[in-house]
Each structure stands twice: as C-alpha cells, then as structure tokens.
C-alpha cells in the first residue's frame, strides 16, 4: 500500500516539473510570434515620435531631464523624459507648454 504512494509521487512530481519546463521554453521561445515577454525598445526615438507630448528642452544626460522633470513637477506641471536621437528630451502636455518652457527658461 504505501510502496505504490512512494512510486507515484516521484513521478508526478518530475512530469509536473517537465511540464513547467515545457511551458517556459513555449513562452520564452523565438519562434513564429517571438517570446511572450515584452521586449524594450532602447533606441532613441524622433522627437516627434510621442503624440500630443510637447517636447519643451533637450538636455545632454539623463539626470539633467530628471532634474527638470521634477522641477517642472515641483511647480504642478505634468512632465515626463525621453532618450531621443538628439539627447534626453522633456516632454509636457499642450496645456502647460507655455508654463513649462517659462518656468525652464528662467532656472
């Protein structure tokens, strides 16, 4: 009686972790469609390339986009930073263009 619970766990057990094997290689594989997890782009995009964000200032490096960012933030302004082919580049929304560039154009 406990001989054949001693023989089935085991290989439950291996099929079940044969089975997730299975499973990961369909969802990681390159085949056909490519992997089921999401690639990231990192190539710089067109400054153009993000829909109604206006970009407001490019700056050289990635902390100096933050560093505007929060400031614009700081004074309630929604703004976000892109890597784009001509550095990092700040985005604001139509509305606060004018703000932004105002409130970048005296710091």
Do not use: Q
């Amino acid at each position: 009686m406990f001989g054949e619970e001693y023989f089935v766990f085991p290989l439950v057990a291996i099929a079940l972790a044969g089975l997730m094997v299975l499973l990961c290689r369909w969802a990681f594989s390159k085949a056909k469609g490519g992997s089921l997890v999401r690639r990231v782009d990192s190539r710089p995009a067109e400054r153009d390339a993000f829909g109604l964000l206006i970009d407001v200032r490019t700056v050289r490096t990635y902390n100096e986009a933050r560093v505007k960012v929060s400031m614009l933030k700081d004074f309630g302004i929604k703004a976000t930073a892109a890597r784009t082919k001509d550095g990092w580049t700040v985005y604001v929304w139509p509305n606060d263009e004018a703000a932004a560039r105002g409130l970048l154009d005296t710091h």
